[in-house]
């Protein structure tokens, strides 16, 4: 099995489940062992809720750690210095509240506050006039919900909740469109987030991550590229050039989400550095651009399976000689792709989680339909292809479902980076299940589950998108063959 993290000084309340098992009440943060012998999950120790993303950013990327003196500080247990402001004024999770008090806090506001205002909101993103500004709806739940302690729960400064921990919440969340972003929960601004908490300098976070944090502006992620196969991210073309004291960047990205987004304001730029000598992963910078720059232009908005997603966008961008301070690069020339993969990990168990919260909702919807709609005599529930469809669904959710959260698991316990085959693995399964039960669950409404009365048809759109969007499928097996045939010829030689 793997390492445990070391025991934390907390105390903790005991709890007795069905079977005997005793769970620890949380005041801390819950590690877990996966155990190969039962193939099982077992709770080891506890780490104080204030552990830094650093823990999980020195795992990931070895030289993190003595890059600065903050990430030093917190790889010792000192956290980074993230300002008291911005935590004062951005964290509003409540205090003590226990993962499963939080999971169903979040799915009543869910059922009760969001999902009854979806027709209103996606009709003006569909079809209204305004559809690039922000719904005054939105802004207005955000602030229920930020008063209510239900904001910024994946960032563990703010909610003391470990990547298992939250993984539920991400799935209710995931039950509706507009969900995400009420928490501000969501993509592509969680992973800038944690890109600017885990390795942004105390300026950077002061510009940046505390109007984040706040809401009050949002972010773009800028590294697919139109003129390359992007699944190899060793093919970038983009430029990051030293000019003086500036930055020079050029370059062409699509699908940069957010990027049409009245309220974003700062991308972040994954370049390549014009430098044969260095090695193949250490040629990519990352960094901040303001969306004001000179020289960078949202060139058009494009669709996905006819979804443009307003306000949000997903934007082809050029960025025609972009000149910014040195000051904007992020931890340092060349360590882009340690950034990324740092960034990528809880961001798959994110979207993953989310993908398994639409497809519940979808099952929940196909069920509701089979039970009232009548068919050569009968409901569609009693007949045996719909019984069938919805069988295989629940199954194939229950299956994804237990698989992300071994993998939400194995992040907390042993990062990332010693993770990438559980990662791989759910980036492989989560989409691909979604999209086919979100699939069934339109064939049983039939014409229906084609428009927009219902979300399956945008859900659909995104499970599909998730299949390319992070590293298509193809990409994540072959890792994970790589990792297994690594694991099984080490079996043998012993």
Known sequence: GRDAMAPAAASATATTMAGGRTLLGRTGVTALRWSRASKGLHLVSRRPSTQSFSALATS??????????????????????????????????????????????????????????EATVLAKSYDGPDRWSVPPEMDALKAEAKAQGLWNLFLPEVSGLTNREYAPLAEEMGRSLLAPEVFNCNAPDTGNMEVLHMFGTAAQKEQWLTPLLEGRIRSAFAMTEPDVASSDATNMQATVVEDGDDLVLNGRKWWTSNAAHPRCELFIFMGQVPDESLPRHARHSIVLVPKSAPGLNVVRRLRALGFDDAPHGHCEVEFDNVRVPKSNIVLGKGRGFEIAQARLGPGRIHHCMRLIGMAERSLELACARATSRVAFGKPLAEQGVVQQQIAVSRTEIDQARLLTLHTASAIDEVGAKRARKEIAMIKAVAPKMAQAVVDRCQQIHGGMGLCTDTPMAHFFMWARALRLADGPDEVHLASIAKAELKEQAAKTLK
Do not use: M, N, W, Y
Request: proline share 7%; with cysteine; charged share 15%.
């Open 60 to 117: 990931c990327c070895p030289g993190a750690a003595s890059t600065t003196a903050a990430t030093k500080a917190s790889a010792e247990g000192g956290g980074f210095d993230l300002h008291s402001s911005q935590l004062s004024t951005a964290a509003a999770a409540s205090p003590g509240a226990s993962p499963s008090e939080l999971r169903e806090r979040v799915r009543d506001f869910v059922t009760s506050r969001i999902i009854p205002l």
